[in-house]
């Protein structure tokens, strides 16, 4: 199906995808060693984790690149947490890098691959600390992204590694910023990757990588999910994408939209919240567009992920984006 076609009684067909077809970008920073997990501050810059670089950088909004905190490993996801410390989702160092044609792009695991955790970064002082390494005694593989619910915790995704000839099962996870631990609520899922919650917080949705399909659960409490479906994970389908696209990290912008990341033919997939098969595609020049994020006074900034050409993008929203929630 392509972007826009759809069964007109289908729950979503009053989506009207025309607003995102004119959306255009600027490159605002470049040479950033595979970006993610973007994060708008409130004085016009935005923290970007540099997963080949292992580091937190920040991003000024003339272009600066400065590193905040040296992270080791393979920092994949940010987030602000009640605290004002920075979390972060790191994998380990999962990935090795090449480069294609001047594209910098992720390749198998590595033998100086060590463990996933999950860390938290003072940004006055750029001090790092492992707060969580496991869930119920098995090892945290590849933690990828995360939000955080404004209840005391986060929700994130373990996207697991994958070897020649074996993969990891796993799946979502909810953790509490006291440190009192970590709950496994998802399971199984095939290479979880982007997560967010809807507008109201009832809703997560999770994207996986490698069937390029968008889930989503009722939020019934602080790591507690359900949904309708008959078969683990029991999630319900909401997207699914049409061509032979990855699906990467996500935001939910001010009307519910799950804007996904989409990998191959590189963009943005925009997913009404309760899908019924009608969607837009904003393209991106990178064919390994890895996330989203919202910003600026009226959250209508939205800054872009293209992680294989390492550069921050933005462009102007047609809505204003979700603004994330912290306290807690």
């Known amino acids: 199906m392509a972007p826009g076609d759809t069964d007109p009684t289908a729950v979503g067909s009053g989506f009207d995808p025309a607003p995102f077809e004119a959306i255009t970008f600027e490159t605002v920073a470049e040479g950033l060693r595979f970006p993610e997990g973007p994060v708008a501050l409130d004085d016009g810059s935005v923290l970007v984790v540099e997963i080949e670089r292992g580091t937190l950088s920040r991003v000024s909004p003339e272009g600066t690149i400065d590193v905040v905190a040296d992270c080791g490993d393979g920092p994949n996801g940010a987030a602000i947490g009640p605290d004002g410390a920075v979390w972060i989702t790191n994998n380990g160092g999962c990935f090795s890098y090449f480069d294609v044609g001047g594209l910098l792009l992720p390749g198998p695991v590595p033998d100086t691959y060590t463990a996933g955790s999950i860390q938290r970064v003072d940004l006055a002082s750029?001090?790092?600390e492992t707060v969580?390494?496991?869930?119920?005694?098995?090892?945290?593989?590849?933690p990828n992204d995360l939000v955080m619910d404004g209840k005391g915790g986060f929700w994130f995704t373990d996207h697991g590694l994958r070897l020649e000839r074996s993969a990891d099962r796993t799946g979502v996870y909810y953790g509490r910023c006291d440190g009192s631990g970590v709950t496994e609520v998802v399971f199984p899922l095939d290479g979880p990757n982007g997560i967010g919650l809807s507008p109201a917080g009832d809703r997560v949705y999770v994207a996986e990588t490698y069937t390029g399909r968008l889930w989503a659960w009722d939020v019934d409490g602080p790591g507690s999910a359900s949904g309708s479906g008959l078969m683990p994970p029991h999630g319900d389908l909401l997207h699914a994408a049409p061509a032979q696209d990855?699906?990467?990290?996500?935001?939910?912008?001010?009307?519910?939209?799950?804007?996904?990341?989409?990998?191959?033919?590189?963009?943005?997939s925009v997913v009404p919240p309760h899908g019924g098969g009608r969607f837009a595609f904003v393209p991106v020049d990178d064919v390994v567009t890895t996330n989203i994020c919202f910003g600026g006074d009226d959250m209508r900034t939205a800054w872009v992920t293209a992680s294989s050409t390492g550069r921050l993008l933005r462009c102007t929203w047609p809505v204003p984006g979700l603004r994330l929630a912290h306290t807690g």
């Open 246 to 268: 990855y699906f990467d990290s996500l935001g939910v912008d001010g009307d519910g939209n799950v804007c996904v990341a989409t990998i191959q033919t590189g963009g943005i």
């Open 126 to 128: 750029g001090d790092v």
């Open 132 to 142: 969580y390494t496991e869930c119920d005694g098995r090892t945290l593989r590849a």
